[in-house]
């Protein structure tokens, strides 16, 4: 199993912070952690867009090339790239610049977001949020196929047999579709065969192993085979439990809170937070073997390949978020892995 971090690079008060960070200093210590992911031997590091005041991550692929520069091993995604608002060959382009500064370790993660500012930000209709993104999703795939493309669509002028360039060092950047609860979504992206990564924020997990299903039947029925699958959480690792919900708890509050406020959601309370964080819970927040425990137990439901943990879901001091991604790197990575092993070994005899 690939592990790894993903964060829209949140810059928010905490309690046990001295006010809000500047959004230099924010930008400095994201790629701090990115340096200490790789430093450590995680294998994916992700930031995603967002258009609004409180996050400092409209532009992912400027950020990712920063971080390109300063690591060596780690593969770097988006995540989530809001593909409907986008030019896909922008972001070809962006990413291909990225998989040059990295020497091959650029990828794409696209999904339709879960705000949608960035349409009329960018001059985009909303009544064409679902069409512009799968007109999209195509013509990025279709870029990959060669270095000149001719292709046509609804929303986009067409392209007549034009170069895209700079050309990727992969042969082909890997897409991943993000998806939340849309059996539609899930099914789409096996049969596109790209890979899913399927976003845990809320509910239980069993509750998506429909998501998993449908995406490993439609990959079979279009002849792509098995097709890799991530599950993405909000999550925060301390020492301690008590530590990891004292420090997730405030953070988690004040960014879920706000929006609630503008989905009609109530208010988070302490009791519905440790909740969500226990074995059968959506949040992977605790000590090193809870997370352990936890990872494992969704392993059976999903099989999965991946796992990325958002630790910044709000803001949290940048020193504890750093010893939260060394506990994820040291000690919660090599023994799930390790498990998984055993298991399959098991399962072979």
Known sequence: MEFGIYTFVENTPHPQMEGKLSNEQRMQNLLEEAELADELGLDVFAVGEHHREEYVSSAPSVILSAIAARTNNIRLSSSVTVLGSEDPVRVYQQYSTIDLISKGRAEIMVGRGSFIESFPLFGYELNNYEPLFEEKLELLLKLRESEKITWSGKYRSSIDDRGI????????????????????????????????????????PEQ?????????????????????????????????????????????????????????????????????????????????????????????????????????VGSVPHEKLLRSIELFATEVAPKVREEIAKRETANQE
């Open 165 to 204: 360039y700079p050309q990727p060092v992969q042969d082909q950047i890997p897409v991943w579709r993000a998806v939340g609860g849309t059996p539609k979504s899930a099914y789409r992206a096996g049969q596109l065969g790209i890979p899913m990564a399927i976003a845990i924020i809320g509910g239980y």
């Open 208 to 312: 998506f192993k429909q998501m998993a299903q449908i995406h490993e039947q439609a990959a079979k029925e279009h002849g792509h085979g098995r097709l890799p699958v991530s599950i993405n959480s909000h999550g925060f690792i301390a020492d301690t439990t008590e530590e990891a919900y004292d420090i997730a708890f405030p953070a988690f509050k004040l960014t879920m809170d706000r929006i609630g406020r503008e989905r009609g959601w109530p208010p988070m309370s302490r009791q519905q937070f440790e909740a969500s964080c226990t074995l059968r819970g959506a949040n992977a927040v605790g000590n090193p073997q809870q997370i352990i425990d936890k990872i494992l137990y969704q392993h059976k439901i999903f099989g999965h390949d991946r796992f990325l943990l958002q630790m910044s």
